[in-house]
């Protein structure tokens, strides 16, 4: 009975530390992915004279120009998939397009099947390949509250707790960060600067 109590205790003292491992693994994965797509964009941006999908004309092969209904407000990102899509060859798999955190999203097994509700990631409206502060793309579990003091007139946060309070942001040059909730606002408001 002793060591059955002893061993109960040990679990309840070791459980924690393995979910916020377990936790860490997920955004590691998330962020691998976020790269990969990164790395997508700015090969097609390359083979485009620097210009990433949502920049070039639909009949010269790209997706510009985003439609407005799919901005989020401040309107520096868009659920928009058509970069995605327009990058597919650069992409790889669509599993690229899915953190494993989302777990009610079952992704699509084709290019063809990527739709807004399957794909965990959004777009950025007006990325500029030369200003590495330009996000690229992100988590897409981001909300926005009306904030006067904002330069973008909103504030945005992450809506669930998908990555402990923080999520991941890929930026023009390519690098993933990992950005806590309190930090995301300053992350946006920076890449909004010309």
Known sequence: MVATLIIAILISLLMPAIMKAKSKGFQTFCSNNLKGVGL?????????????PQQVPAPQGGCAPIPANTFQPGGLIARDIRPFIIASNNLGSTKILICPRDRDLRGPSSFAQVRGTNVSYFTAVRPRRNNHNTILSGDNNIAWL????????????????????????????????????NKLGQVFYRAAQP
Not at 43 to 51: L, P, V
Not at 149 to 171: A, K, Q
């Open 40 to 52: 997508g964009l700015i090969s097609y941006a390359e083979s485009n004279d620097g210009r990433f």
């Open 146 to 181: 009306p904030s006067g003091g904002s330069p973008i007139g909103y504030r945005p946060f992450w809506s669930t707790n998908r990555h402990d309070d923080s999520g991941n942001l890929v930026f023009s040059d390519g690098r993933v960060e990992g950005v806590h909730s």
